[in-house]
């Protein structure tokens, strides 16, 4: 039922964790990929990854921060100059920020993070859309975090950025429905990722990995979400045999969104 022969997939956020795992999953399936991030190293090794075992891949990358508006048309246009059009697109990148109470959170940080996790996600949709409404076709997945439906604590950046990707979902998956268009919400729980990595390092230094054991001790599957796990979800939801779902927020977190 999943057949990407033919297919065009934007994925943000491609040089790293879910982006680049997603991207792996759809490669498999036979499309046609445009990596996008900052990171350009990390660009060079999602593609060379996925060619070790995909190696008839066909594969783009741009670098372009999404917090940019104008890098964000140039990988929209690069993509319709480049393959005509755009079937999937995974809007993906995004950054932790700092773990802190609200009152030390810090107005720069919070605007950063709002930066890179809402307004990126906004810029994404606004191009994409445009071409996917002319097409008649397309469908959207937004990266939000049981953070962004859930209470989780220290994360006021964190948590609106993504309860506002969540609004963004389903504000435009109504408005956009009778073009033919799916745009939904994926809400994962703690994955291992570099991300992941990074803020068990903000709590337990060089001890990270016994926080990162306690951290999943309460989660219903006690443990944490693989990579590959988001990136099969994000290929189902982005193919043919999803079309029907529409203005969803998907959890992907082993339960642990319904123990807050
Ligand atoms: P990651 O750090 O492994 O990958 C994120 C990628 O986004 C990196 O390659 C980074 O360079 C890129 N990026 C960051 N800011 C960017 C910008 N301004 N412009 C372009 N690229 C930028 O993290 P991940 O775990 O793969 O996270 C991917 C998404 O999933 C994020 O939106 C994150 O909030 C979300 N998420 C992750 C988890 C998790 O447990 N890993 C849980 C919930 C939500």
């Known amino acids: 039922m999943i ?124 191009y994409a859309l445009k071409v996917m409404k002319e097409q008649g076709y397309g469908s959207i997945v937004n990266t939000a975090s049981v953070g962004g439906i859930r209470g989780v604590g220290n994360q006021s950046g964190y948590a609106a950025s993504k309860h506002g990707v969540v609004g963004l979902t389903r504000n435009s998956g109504v408005e956009y429905g009778e073009f033919g268009i799916s745009i939904n919400a994926i809400a994962p729980g703690a994955i291992m990722t570099p991300m992941v990595e990074g803020s068990l390092r903000q709590i337990g230094g060089e001890d990270w990995e016994s926080v990162g054991k306690e951290f999943v001790s309460v989660n219903p599957m006690k443990r944490f979400g693989k990579p590959e796990e988001v990136g099969n979800l994000v290929a189902f939801l982005l193919s043919d045999a999803a079309k029907f779902i529409n203005a969803s927020v998907i959890p992907i977190d082993g339960g642990q969104s319904y123990k807050y």
């Open 3 to 126: 057949n990407y022969t033919d297919k065009v997939v934007i994925i943000t956020g491609g040089g790293s964790g879910l982006g680049r795992a997603a991207a792996f999953s759809i490669a498999k399936q036979g499309g046609k990929l445009v990596l996008v991030d900052m990171n350009k190293e990390g660009l060079e090794e999602s593609k060379n990854e996925i060619l070790a075992s995909v190696p008839d891949a066909q594969i783009e990358t741009v670098e372009a921060n999404v917090t940019n508006e104008e890098e964000v048309k140039n990988y929209i246009d690069f993509t319709v100059e480049k393959f005509g059009k755009i079937d999937g697109f995974f809007n993906n990148a995004g950054i932790e920020g700092k773990q802190n109470l609200t009152e030390e959170y810090g107005s720069n940080e919070f605007e950063k993070v709002i930066n890179v996790n809402l307004n990126g996600v906004f810029y994404g949709m606004k």
